[in-house]
């Protein structure tokens, strides 16, 4: 499996642009999550999707963010418009469905991340 | 006060050392605990999760107090390869009707192990 997949790596861009992040979970996985993560505020869950629907999204800072998930193997998050205080790292993190309560059942695993800078 | 508390660091100590981490989690329904590590501008990855009655892989062990509310983990022997950023995280029951569960994470702990 080659693991949760993000694009782009790295993204510049001007402020007031759109920006749409992407991401691909691991197959089987029923469970996704949006982080961003800064120096100040380290990992914070932005939205997380269980079989392709929101089931928490307070955490997305306000409606300029906003976060699709049309299949099981697909997300996107965008921001419109871009602001310099969204520069951060956002992962894209996926995991299977607690089962039995099992433990490994909820490990999370990561993409590398999109590193966003708004100029 | 946060849901998931970690003294930030960071801790510098040299290659052979012992090293503890503490973290304290404030939701009583949390049902389970991990350590994450994360290196320098990469994603984080699972170290090892917590049982109830510790745990330990190799040189890492882990250790829940259920009653404290807190987990630690403890590096014995580091090395080189240990620096890194060490997080807690708790996954929690949520309060929606769904039963769903969602991590919480602890800003981290900074390890440094020098030569």
């Known amino acids: 499996d080659a693991g949760v997949i993000q694009s782009p790596r790295h993204e510049v861009t001007e402020m007031g642009q759109e920006v749409t992040l992407r991401c691909k979970p691991i197959?089987?996985?029923?469970?996704l999550f949006w982080y961003r993560q800064t120096m100040m505020r380290g990992l914070e869950l932005l939205i997380y999707?269980?079989?392709?629907?929101?089931?928490?999204d307070s955490g997305m800072p306000e409606d300029r963010f906003s976060a699709k998930m049309p299949n099981a193997s697909f997300s996107t998050l965008k921001i419109q418009p871009s602001e310099p205080r969204d520069s951060a790292v956002y992962f894209c993190?996926?995991?299977?469905?607690?089962?039995?309560?099992?433990?490994?059942?909820?490990?999370?695993?990561f993409g590398q991340g999109t590193r966003l800078t708004v100029v | 006060r946060k849901e998931v508390e970690q003294d930030p660091g960071p801790f510098n100590v040299p290659e052979g050392a012992t090293v503890a981490f503490n973290c304290t989690y404030s939701?009583?329904?949390?049902?389970?605990f991990f350590w994450y590590r994360q290196d320098c501008r990469k994603e984080p990855k699972l170290l090892m999760s917590?049982?109830?009655?510790?745990n330990e892989d190799g040189r890492f062990t882990a250790q829940l107090n259920r009653a404290s509310q807190y987990i630690s983990l403890l590096i014995r022997d580091s090395k080189l390869s240990d620096s890194a950023t060490y997080l807690c995280?708790?996954?929690?029951?949520?309060?929606?009707?769904?039963?769903?569960?969602?991590?919480?994470w602890g800003l981290g702990t900074s390890l440094a192990v020098n030569p």
């Open positions: 995280v708790v996954n929690i029951l949520t309060t929606d009707a769904g039963n769903n569960r969602k991590l919480i």
């Open positions: 999707f269980n079989n392709n629907v929101p089931i928490d």
């Open positions: 197959s089987g996985h029923d469970y």
């Open positions: 917590v049982y109830s009655s510790g």
């Open positions: 939701n009583s329904a949390s049902q389970s």
């Open positions: 993190a996926s995991s299977l469905v607690p089962t039995t309560g099992g433990w490994r059942d909820t490990e999370a695993f």
